[in-house]
């Protein structure tokens, strides 16, 4: 398992476009994801639950992986995260 | 008549017209209620049909979905069509199915149950997040649920309604708009809703009347009612007695015969019998007008409401989809011109993520937003100016409250041209550069504003309501809201003095400039520029078209002559029934 600390960048939080893009990366890879904001977990391959986290610029969330490629799964994400989502 | 005779009385319910046309019909009354259900134990044998049901259900939703989306693209374009996207992709979330089928395995409940629980789950959490975009999307979820449900239970969808209707309903979301218009929607009546809702941006670009902030017809109106809904006036009549009924087929005749009059005027210029040009353009809003902006005879763009590109969106247009709408409507207008308005966002504009304010129109709007965000303010003027190669777009700012904002905002112009002749881009470097008046500072000081810029416009709905201290939207006070307030004369008499001695022109773009009993007083004053909604762009032509200029200057004199605005109103009502005895007065 592998878990890391990100910062929201991007202007407008997880909205839909970056919830859909953020899903997408994450589904690419075998191991689970998940994503904690104030004691609330969700799972990061699903779209429903990103948008439901309403996270916004300058949250930080916890993200862990679990799996056999988890640590590509991690950096892949968190890329996305430092990225701002190229907004 | 047969209303009449069930003893049903008539009313009539004022609220905005959104989209003008008049219809008459049975009225259906859309409510969105969840579609009731069971919460329902099933057998261990029925779990298998119950997710085969499920899985039927979802193919269904997703379908009809897609066919929405495509119909809402093909209708609306792309930019809008967006809206439906959030519920498309949750349809397909493999976690979220996975969830329910579990569930449904191991619960033994019924399909319907799960489904509402689940998606529901989320809705709650959207809806307790601090912000109006999670508020919307929870209302997307929702619809999304009932629909999954209605598929479940194989009800018949709303959409397929028998014959023309009157759609009266509280509120329309954008998806309830494009599904029911793919029936034969006679017009639009909802309780909520500004001219800039989602309902009545899609019934004008669907031609449909539409009239909305009625604040109760949904109460007052039960499905299968006889109803009149007049666009033009903002009306709805509700068990039309037969006399109004008549009164209304003469009115929607006295229109369209008049609609056809005006239709010859299209390609003649706007001047008056004695010679005098007047540039008469045309407010818009979407690209899908643009179309009917030069059916109308229009003369360029006097406004381009750039902060449409937001509507139903949850951030900003990047500067590649800002420059190819802007570009659309300077290629499409050429060799007119087009003044594009810098994001008017604030007040009672709609924006995503914007500060809750106790005074929004004293507060965060126009160019002050610009100035405090100012990575989306350049973004906005490197697109305007990229797709000024043609040399027919102007940039204007709104909310300009003192002379160094005017200062500001140029230097920010300067910095976009300067980056982007670096990158070797090309625009025009001549770009002439205006500013809205509205706020009474910058009226008073138009002369200093004006040795600045290329043009004044002046925004009257809001220099109105800010001269008389006056919010229009507060039932209260808003009859206290009026253009002919002989201090509003006076201070668009300062602006255009000042605009003119500085040797600029000077050009109104608010309701006012639209008001055919204004435009005589308008032009006598100097005005050099007019520029309406499209639908009244004919009538206006043919008013300025009937008058001579000395005239104008004339009913201009007298009616600042006066002290009140009755006065001054019975005045400029008298002139104009005498000059245009068959143009109708209540059209608008």
């Not at chain 2, 309604?161 to 017009?187: C, E, F, K, Q, Y």
Request: proline fraction near 4%; charge should be negative; aromatic fraction near 6%.
């Amino acid at each position: 398992m592998v878990e890391r600390e990100v910062t929201i960048k991007n202007k407008f939080g997880l909205h839909t476009r970056p919830a859909s893009l953020l899903v997408k990366v994450a589904s690419r890879f075998k191991a689970d994801f998940y994503i904690c904001k104030d004691g609330m977990e969700i799972n990061g391959k699903s779209i429903i639950g990103v948008m439901t986290l309403a996270a916004e610029q300058g949250v930080t969330l916890l993200l862990r992986f679990d799996g056999e490629d988890e640590s590509d799964a991690c950096n892949a994400v968190a890329d996305l995260f430092e990225r701002g989502f190229d907004e | 008549m047969k209303d009449e005779q069930k003893g049903k009385r008539e009313k009539i319910l004022k609220g905005i017209p959104a989209s003008p046309g008049i219809a008459m019909g049975g009225a259906y009354l859309f409510t969105k209620e969840m579609p009731r259900f069971e919460e329902r134990a099933i057998g261990s044998d029925d779990v298998r049909l119950e997710i085969d049901r499920l899985t039927r259900a979802m193919e269904k939703s997703a379908k009809e979905l897609s066919k929405i989306l495509l119909f809402a693209q093909q209708k609306v374009g792309d930019s809008k069509a967006k809206i439906f996207e959030a519920q498309v992709m949750v349809l397909e979330d493999p976690v979220l199915i996975d969830a329910i089928r579990k569930r449904i395995t191991k619960e033994r409940k019924n399909a319907e149950f799960i489904v509402a629980d689940e998606i529901g789950k989320y809705a709650h959490l959207m809806l307790a997040a601090h912000s109006e975009y999670m508020h919307e999307r929870a209302h997307d979820m929702e619809d999304l649920r009932n629909r999954i449900v209605r598929n479940l239970q194989q009800e018949k969808l709303i959409s397929k309604l028998d014959g023309s209707v009157i759609v009266v309903a509280h509120t329309l979301t954008p998806a309830d708009t494009m599904i029911l218009s793919r029936n034969h929607i006679l017009g639009y009546a909802t309780d909520l809703g500004g001219i800039t809702s989602h309902a009545a941006l899609f019934s004008r670009s669907l031609k449909i009347p539409a009239v909305v902030g009625l604040g109760d017809v949904s109460r007052e109106v039960q499905t299968g009612d006889h109803i009149i809904i007049d666009g033009y006036g903002g009306t709805i009549v509700v068990h039309p007695t037969v006399e109004r009924i008549k009164e209304y087929e003469e009115k929607r005749e006295h229109m369209a015969e008049f609609e056809s009059q005006l239709v010859h005027l299209k390609d003649l210029p706007a001047e008056t019998l004695d010679g005098h040009p007047v540039e008469l353009s045309a407010n818009i809003e979407l690209t899908e007008e643009l179309e009917y902006v030069v059916l109308q005879g229009s003369q360029g763009v006097g406004l381009y409401r750039t902060e449409s590109l937001l509507i139903g969106r949850d951030d900003f247009p990047s500067e590649e989809e800002q420059y190819i709408e802007y570009k659309r409507i300077a290629d499409r207008i050429f060799p007119h011109r087009v003044i594009m308005r810098t994001f008017d966002i604030g007040g009672d504009k709609i924006v995503p993520d914007m500060a809750d304010e106790a005074n929004p129109f004293l507060g965060w709007r126009g160019v002050r937003v610009c100035f405090d965000r100012p990575e989306l303010f350049m973004n906005q003027l490197r697109s305007i100016l990229r797709a000024s190669t043609r040399k027919n777009i102007s940039i204007m700012f709104p909310m300009v409250t003192t002379v160094g904002e005017v200062h500001r905002a140029k230097t920010f112009v300067q910095k976009a041209k300067a980056e982007l002749q670096a990158k070797k881009i090309k625009f025009d470097d001549h770009l002439p550069i205006g500013v809205m008046i509205e706020v009474p500072a910058a009226a008073l000081t138009a002369a200093q504003i004006a040795a600045e810029v290329d043009f004044l416009s002046i925004g009257s709905n809001d220099l109105t309501q800010y001269l008389l201290a006056v919010d229009r939207g507060n039932s209260l006070v808003s009859s206290l809201y009026h253009e002919f307030e002989p201090s509003v004369l006076m201070t668009i008499k300062h602006v255009i003095n000042a605009g003119h001695k500085q040797g600029i022109w000077v050009g109104i773009c608010g309701e006012m400039a639209g008001n055919p009993l204004a435009t005589a007083l308008l032009l006598g004053l100097g005005m050099d520029e007019l520029s309406v909604v499209p639908a009244i762009l004919p009538e206006i032509k043919k008013i300025i078209r009937s008058l001579k200029f000395s005239d104008m200057q004339e009913v201009a004199r007298t009616a600042l002559s006066y002290g009140s605005r009755s006065e001054i109103e019975t005045y400029l009502a008298t002139f104009f029934k005498k000059e245009f005895p068959d143009i109708p007065l209540d059209s608008l």
